[in-house]
């Protein structure tokens, strides 16, 4: 069965740095768009990032610049490296794949405060 398990997340100051990593499986990975979504308390789940099976990347307006998507079709892992991070990036973030139907990861909480 299709598992995406996140792991990277922890607290940080502004300005400080942070990659998040989704390993994979249950799935052909290199054949598949990857992407991270975050939620922060009392807000919708929002995409932050995507990459194509092709590597082609998608990002979203607040996050470019600073965050970019990676993935490593040997070790069916997909990255977040996030950087100048704010605390407004502050939230619980997901590995999302859609096989079929989408599946998520349990999140990893990403905490941005001085």
């Known amino acids: 069965q299709v598992q995406l398990v996140e792991s990277g997340g922890g607290l940080v100051q502004p300005g400080g740095s942070l990659r998040l990593s989704c390993a994979a499986s249950g799935f052909t990975f290199s054949m598949y768009a990857m992407s991270w979504f975050r939620q922060a308390p009392g807000k919708e789940r929002e995409l932050v990032a995507s990459?194509?099976?092709?590597?082609?990347?998608y990002y979203a307006d607040s996050v470019k610049g600073r965050f970019t998507i990676s993935r490593d079709n040997a070790k069916n892992t997909v990255y977040l490296q996030m950087n100048s991070l704010k605390p407004g990036d502050t939230a619980v973030y997901y590995c999302?794949?859609?096989?079929?139907?989408?599946?998520w990861g349990q999140g990893t909480q990403v905490t941005v405060s001085s």
């Open positions: 990459i194509s099976s092709g590597s082609s990347t």
């Open positions: 999302r794949v859609f096989v079929t139907q989408q599946y």
